[in-house]
């Protein structure tokens, strides 16, 4: 079925054959058969459509209090009503508008989060990895510094001291996980460089900034991509750890890692107030990390799945 | 040897400098030492009493140095927060944080080696498919929420484990399985990357050319090979146990020293947080150092040309 | 009559791919004899390997044997078990010898350790014992200071110490058949010389049956008393060695040969040099000094790259440089392109500073072309945009100037309108190579020079894009400087030859007279290490007909 999908919306690529066929066209049919890519894609498409719209669809919101229907149970526990299908938190409100309103903060933090990470990382990448020398030494040390660091234990303290806000902690967030990307881009770009078509692009007068942009880059994004989307799943994660923790994303906002810890003293008797949202993130962090191997495993010249 | 060794020690002790710098003056920055002090409700004056008395007065690069030479007198500092030396207060906690630490790296070995290793010996096979099913869900799941839900099954429904505490080793099987799970992903991954990698090598098939297969072939051959980045890795996943052991213990009620790094930063202790953070950098940066020694160990080509 | 060695029958291979499978082997059916000495012949992709490796059971994990019958000294092999295969055959009577030194000994184990092994494995003999084998066996494939050599581990030693390490491994069990898979390929050809004659001796010495795998058909012709020629996974022609090279049946192999006639003998017609007013290319006392130090605590090493060295080029010359990996050549053609800066020295392009022109000035004077045609064109570009960037850079016209332009440059080097649109991936090796020649042309440069510019294509290509290389010469006026390993291809193309060694011109001069009268015994060494094919009794026939 999603076959069919990608062959509508991507004809040419699957009209064509033999040589005519362009690398992308090969991407696309990869693509189109790759299992956890679809699977991935399917579910974060959902998942992204409950987060817009959801909250405007349900007919409560996340914020509305009523102390007499305090921890209501979901619908298929005996006492769960259909009008709260999800039940009710410790002060009454619908816990779906929460979650639903919770996948908002989530994906806004992962997708910021790792944009931050992405640009330093990609940057000091290229840097260190094409020109090398001096400037490798000192990213390197910059790079053992960062790694050196107790990251949740100093995102913690940063937040705590500047004050929990939304761009506080996606800056925070992004600027302790940028050396995944350091370390991807820089091994690309050492290796690019040895390649002929960089000395090619030397000997025809490109100038360094022209062969980073347009030879060094382009070559190196499919990599880039995959180490994005693990890094949205581990910003979704550190943003939920931190609220967890009430170092976060502060109440009344509905974080999933708030919603778990605020149901964490319920644990024995309510035990939905826990499990749901926690599910919740794993169907969101699974769905990024199985479009990231999918985009892996297409990407890859001599991928040793799916053969 | 020695020179190699020589060149990354310099550099972990300029790291772990900096970084004793980068946490004191941001503490010391952030947050007024004098006010934590004297409290909610004093007033200026009695604030610029502590202030003197305690010599905050003083530029904060003299109050740095001043932290520092103490450190090496073994002197961590006082905690404004429960008024004993930090000292004491690490090394109450250190075994506990160790062990855990420790166990949960155990539990990593046990469940990513031999799993990457079977994954890569017959690709695209189910137990492959297996192996990645549980990298990408293990990646997935919240740490904390992992801890609960291992409570909520193990604990309250079918009541095996401990609910939370740390008296007895059997309180840290628990914790150990979560805070060693979220490193089994990274691990499994490159051993699997690793091992296939190596057993399509030019040597290995020279060697299968002699006769070497099957068992022998892998340990004698392959694994030494494959092994070498994940020692690097394991390595460097017990030194982030240290600091990263903060959601675990906070969830099984362990007293180790992430939850003392948590309650310490909740209650503006600045000696006691500027230390932590000091110390886990430092064994990181001596972990790392073990993991390029043992790297070196095994493999010839770093040590020097003869 | 006694039973033939090796007897395969029917051998039938597929290859998976991408759920697919393919034949790539249909129906292979070949003897050997004992002792008798097998050359098997063909270019990339012509299954001379595969073949080999289902006998040996090192196939590739997505190859497997449909169908066949593998007869070794009257036992069919594929009737054994995995331990009995191992124990029993592999590395014992058969062995194996592969390609890539560099990366064909394990690197963590020393090379003592690798040879005792494999005596350990299929003898129940003492350490002791196996190390003394190991050394005897060491000195036998003349591995300077055997005895040390135990200790020693696979990255210091060079790729020829290496090859003979794995030639001592295989035989040390004296096989009953060794199968050698382009062993020397990959080595310099002073090396490969010395490492041929060396498996011939040691054949001779232990009576032993070979199984040689090449695509240089010089070489074969050295080794082998039976050649066999394959292509697309099948054998289009088998005979004695004599008869096959002398007088060919099939067409394939009379193309293969007449390519390499044509490069051995046939001095291609090239305009004469111009020589004009000043050189084009003027070089003088250019050095360059690498220094290796290892640490804090060592005094530095350095290494000559580039000993001084002065010579002019003329206008519209072909001029040759020969040498081995290290002789330099590299570095002085990297230097020559402006890639590499000198320590010492002035080079004038056309009277001009190499030093003091732009980039951009030097762009349109000297181009590069490069030997792997699978790195020498960026994978995310079109065909069109690669050959349209030095115009855009150099902002020569507008957009449909430009594509007129790179029309008419891929024209000029076969290749059609159609490739524009087009990315590398979907070329192939010679394809690739015109669409870097029509790169390096599209800018009118006065100078080309071409590192190894045919030595990864396969035969049959190779000499179409000298051809072509020559052609445009003549039409556009170009300087070429080749940089070249292949005296025969050096003979086909160049006016001038310059010999480096270490770093140094060892000799200089017309190129007749250098490759027919050398003087040097450096160049004397390394013409008389090359294989030449023995000359067919009927040349006549050649002269008209075309290389494949």
Redesign the interface.
């Known amino acids: 079925m999603t076959t069919t999908a990608f062959s509508l919306l991507f004809p040419g690529s699957f009209s064509r054959s033999g ?5 992308q066209d090969i991407l696309v049919r990869k693509a189109s058969t790759h299992t956890g890519f679809k699977t991935g894609l399917v579910l974060l498409g959902l998942l992204i459509v409950c987060a817009v719209f959801g909250p405007m669809v349900v007919s409560h919101t996340p914020f509305d209090q009523d102390l007499t229907k305090r921890l209501l149970p979901p619908v298929w526990v005996t006492g769960g009503t259909w009008d709260h299908v999800l039940g009710t938190d410790g002060n009454g409100r619908d816990y779906l508008a929460r979650i639903l309103y919770g996948a908002r903060i989530s994906l806004i933090v992962g997708l910021g989060a790792a944009s931050v990470g992405a640009v330093i990382g990609i940057t000091l990448g290229l840097l260190s990895g094409y020109f090398g020398g001096w400037i490798d030494h000192a990213v390197n040390y910059l790079l053992t510094c960062q790694l050196a660091l107790p990251g949740l234990l100093l995102a913690m303290t940063v937040v705590f001291l500047i004050g929990p806000s939304l761009v506080v902690v996606i800056c925070v967030i992004g600027v302790l996980h940028w050396t995944l990307f350091l370390v991807v881009t820089r091994t690309a770009a050492r290796k690019i460089r040895k ?3 960089i ?9 360094r900034r ?1 062969i980073l942009l347009e ?1 060094v880059l ?2 190196l994004l499919n990599q880039v991509l995959v180490i994005f989307t693990l890094e949205v799943g581990v910003a979704i994660l550190a943003e939920a750890s931190l609220s967890f923790l009430g170092v976060g994303i502060q109440p009344p906002t509905p974080s999933w890692g708030l919603l778990i810890a605020e149901g964490k003293d319920a644990l024995f008797f309510q035990p939905w107030l826990i499990i749901l949202p926690g599910i919740a993130l794993f169907l969101l962090v699974v769905s990024i990390n199985m479009m990231g191997d999918g985009i892996r495993d297409i990407t890859d010249p001599e991928s040793t799945t799916n ?1 | 040897m020695f ?2 060794l ?2 990354r020690l310099m550099v972990a002790a300029a790291v772990a400098v900096t970084l004793s710098i980068v946490a004191f003056f941001l503490l010391n920055l952030a947050v007024d030492p004098a006010q934590t002090i004297a409290g909610e409700e004093a007033n200026a004056l009695e604030i610029e009493q502590i202030r003197e008395r305690y010599g905050f007065d003083r530029p904060i690069a003299v109050r740095y140095v001043e932290w520092f030479s103490n450190i090496f007198k073994g002197d961590f500092g006082e905690s404004y927060y429960w008024h004993k030396p930090v000292g004491e207060l690490v090394v109450e906690r250190l075994p506990v944080t160790a062990t855990l630490a420790l166990m949960s790296i155990c539990v990593t070995v046990l469940i990513a080696i031999p799993l990457g290793c079977a994954a890569a010996l017959k ?1 695209n096979s189910w137990i492959d498919r297996l192996s990645l099913s549980v990298a990408v869900s293990a990646q997935a799941i919240p740490n904390f929420w992992l801890g609960l839900m291992m409570i909520i099954l193990l604990a309250v429904t079918f009541p095996i484990f401990p609910v939370s505490g740390d008296k007895s080793l059997y309180h840290f099987i628990l914790p150990s399985f979560v805070l060693g799970a979220s490193s089994v992903p990274p691990v499994m991954r490159l051993m699997r990357t690793g091992l296939l990698d190596v057993m ?15 068992l022998r072939l892998l340990t004698a ?1 392959a694994m ?2 494959a092994l070498l980045p994940v020692v690097s890795v394991l390595a460097v996943q017990l030194g982030h146990k240290f600091g990263g052991s903060v959601i675990t213990e906070s969830v099984f009620a362990i007293n180790g020293l992430g939850r003392l790094a948590l309650e310490s930063i909740l209650g503006a202790d600045i000696p006691t947080v500027q230390m932590l953070v000091f110390l886990f950098a430092l064994t990181f940066l001596a972990l790392n150092l073990l993991a390029d020694l043992l790297n070196a160990q ?4 770093l040590r ?3 | 009559m006694t039973e033939p060695l090796l007897k395969i029958d029917n051998l039938r291979i597929a290859v ?4 697919r499978s393919r034949v790539i082997i249909p129906d292979l059916s070949l003897t050997l004899e004992r002792g008798e000495t097998l050359g098997i012949v063909g270019e990339s992709g012509s299954g001379k390997t595969m073949s080999m490796l289902a006998l ?3 196939l ?3 190859a497997k044997i449909e169908a066949g019958r593998l007869n070794f000294a009257g036992q069919d092999l594929s009737t054994l078990g ?2 009995a295969f ?2 029993q ?4 009577r058969i ?2 010898i ?1 390609q ?1 030194p560099m ?7 020393t090379i003592g350790r690798q040879l005792t ?2 005596i350990l ?2 003898e129940k003999v003492s350490r002791s014992e196996a190390t003394t084998r190991a050394v005897a066996m060491l000195e036998q494939v003349l591995m300077p200071q055997a005895r040390d050599r135990l200790r ?2 696979p ?2 030693l060079s790729g020829g110490q290496r090859q003979r390490v ?1 030639i001592a ?2 035989l040390l069990n004296k096989p009953d058949l060794l199968i050698a898979d382009e062993p020397t390929t990959a080595l310099d050809v002073t090396v490969q010389n010395e490492i041929i004659e060396l498996l011939i001796s040691l054949q001779k010495d232990l009576g032993m049956a070979m199984v040689f795998i090449s695509h240089d058909l010089g070489v074969v012709s050295r080794v082998a008393g039976r050649i066999v020629v394959m292509r697309h996974g099948e054998i289009v022609e088998e005979g004695p060695s004599e008869k096959l090279l002398w007088a060919p049946s099939h067409p394939y192999t009379q193309g293969l040969l007449n390519c390499l006639y044509k490069l051995e003998d046939g001095r291609a017609p090239h305009p004469a040099a111009v020589a004009g007013p000043a050189p084009v290319l003027s070089v003088s006392g250019a050095r360059k000094r690498y220094n290796l130090t ?5 005094a530095p090493r350095t290494i000559d790259a580039l000993k001084p060295c002065s010579f002019e080029v003329d206008k519209g010359e072909t001029l040759a440089i020969v040498g081995e990996s290290g002789s330099g050549k590299s570095t002085l053609a990297k230097i020559l ?3 590499l800066k000198p320590d010492a020295g002035e080079i004038l392009l056309q009277g001009k500073d190499l030093e003091s022109i ?3 000035d ?2 349109r004077i ?3 072309i ?3 045609p699978y ?6 570009r079109t065909i069109g945009s690669i050959v349209a ?2 115009l855009k ?2 902002g020569l016209g507008d957009e449909a100037e430009r594509r007129a332009r790179v029309v008419e440059a891929l024209r000029s080097v076969g290749l059609s309108e159609e490739q524009y649109n ?2 590398p ?2 070329l192939s090796g010679g394809q690739r190579q015109r669409v ?1 020649i029509a ?2 042309l599209v ?1 009118k440069p006065q100078i080309l020079i071409c590192d190894e510019p045919t030595s990864a294509l396969d035969v049959s290509v190779q000499d179409q894009v000298l051809d072509l290389l020559l052609e445009l010469q003549k039409s556009l006026g170009v300087t070429l400087i080749l940089i070249s390993h292949d005296m025969a291809v050096v003979r086909y193309m160049a006016d001038r030859v310059f010999v480096m060694k270490s770093g140094e011109i060892v000799e200089a001069g017309d190129a007749l007279k250098v490759l027919d009268h050398p003087s040097h015994p450096y160049t004397q060494k390394l013409l008389t290490s090359v294989y030449h094919l023995p000359q067919p009794a009927a040349q006549a026939d050649l002269g008209g007909r075309s290389c494949l």
């Open positions: 040589a005519s066929l362009t690398p390649l002929d078509y000395a090619a692009a030397q000997a025809i007068g490109a100038s022209e030879d382009p070559n053969d | 020179r190699f020589a060149g690709p399509n090598a030019d040597y290995i098939r020279t060697t299968r050319s002699k006769g070497f297969f099957g051959h030494r090979n095994l493999d010839p080509r020097g040309q003869s | 998976k791919t991408h759920g040996t059971r090192l590739p994990l997505q995995r331990k191992h124990s055959v592999s590395g014992k062995s194996m592969f890539e990366t064909a000994l394990n690197p963590v184990y092994e494999t494995l299929h020693q581990y990255h210091q794995m491994m295989a290892s640490g804090l605590f060592r392109n402006g890639l732009s980039f951009k030097r762009a000297v181009q590069p490069f030997q792997d790195s020498t064109l960026n994978p995310k960037r030095p850079i150099h087009r990315f991936s979907q870097a790169r390096a800018l």
